[in-house]
């Protein structure tokens, strides 16, 4: 069984991380009081690791300044990279963004749906967030240096992970007084976890692979292909149903990715219940 490192395992991704793959059997390292800057320390503990799980990172758009973002996110990266090459580490694994193609604040612009990993990805100038720009950067970084050092790397676009929502307004959108922001970009645990398992184990034959990941449908209340015709008629649509429009075919091709569908029955009894809640709310209010 693989031996695997993980930075950044007290944030919400390696909070989600850690429990799964110590449950699947792997010998996991990931002391959360690492400091990725102390490089000498952080190789040694590489050292005899097969892959590097790199979570450690500002995991949000608006948290920081637009300094803080290039230290930690892109100069880390380039830091923690580093070590793996002088530990001889044999995989890397990056957590990448769907904010890459200017989802956060309404900035992407599809060339299709569903959107693959090669749509167009706006720059600082056209709205993209520092966030998404260091994501970027990463990505490029490692593209280039991944063949040099030996190191197979992937690259996951995360969005929404093991949240089961999307932060749009629903009604709003009906209303067509805003745009989705995400593109009903998300990820159960559950498909998250059967993906990250599929990197860890399958070799691709290149040294760099970056990937979209998602479910593969979006939840049966929204009209995907009516918000299509609303919002991006003129954009060439390839979905079909609910599916949701970013796409997940390249991991399905060169993974062999099978992502569950949502189980509607477990979506139904919340939604019936929260209104029995709210039912039962009004009538306390208002005596009805």
């Known amino acids: 069984m693989k031996k695997i490192l993980v930075t950044g395992g007290s944030g919400e991704i390696g909070r989600n991380t850690i ?3 110590r449950k699947e059997g792997y010998d996991i390292a990931a002391n959360f009081e690492d400091d990725i800057w102390d490089t000498e320390r952080l190789t040694g503990r590489m050292k005899g690791e097969d892959v590097v799980i790199h979570l450690a990172a500002i995991p949000h758009p608006h948290m920081a300044g637009s300094k803080d973002y290039w230290l930690l996110n892109y100069e880390g990266t380039k830091t923690v990279f580093e070590c793996a090459k002088r530990a001889a580490v044999k995989k890397f694994v990056f957590p990448s963004s769907g904010c890459v193609y200017g989802f ?3 900035h992407a612009k599809p060339d299709k749906f569903p959107i693959s990993e090669e749509n167009y990805k706006p720059s600082i100038e056209e709205g993209l967030t520092i966030y998404g720009a260091t994501k970027i950067a990463c ?5 280039e240096e991944s063949e040099k050092a030996g190191i197979r790397t992937i690259a996951l676009r995360l969005e929404n992970v093991g949240t089961g929502v999307w932060r ?3 009604k709003d959108m009906y209303k067509g007084t805003c745009k989705l922001y995400h593109f009903f970009a998300s990820v159960s645990s559950e498909n998250y976890h059967q993906m990250l398992k599929l990197v860890i184990e399958r070799d ?3 040294f760099f692979e970056v990937f979209n990941v998602g479910d593969e449908y979006v939840h049966p209340s929204i009209d995907v292909q009516q918000m299509i015709r609303r919002y991006w008629p003129e954009v060439p649509n390839y979905t079909k149903g609910n599916e949701a429009l970013y796409s997940i075919e390249k991991a399905k091709k060169l993974l062999g ?5 949502p189980n509607i029955d477990i979506h139904r009894r919340i939604y019936q219940y929260s209104r029995r809640r709210l039912f039962k709310l009004a009538k306390l209010i ?3």
Request: aromatic share 16%; net charge neutral; glycine share 16%.
């Open 139 to 143: 990505e490029e970084y490692l593209k």
């Open 19 to 21: 429990p799964f793959l």
């Open 204 to 206: 691709l034959d290149g």
């Open 286 to 288: 208002t005596g009805k």
């Open 104 to 106: 956060w604040g309404n």
């Open 168 to 170: 749009e307004n629903i």
């Open 257 to 261: 990715y099978k992502p569950g569908k």
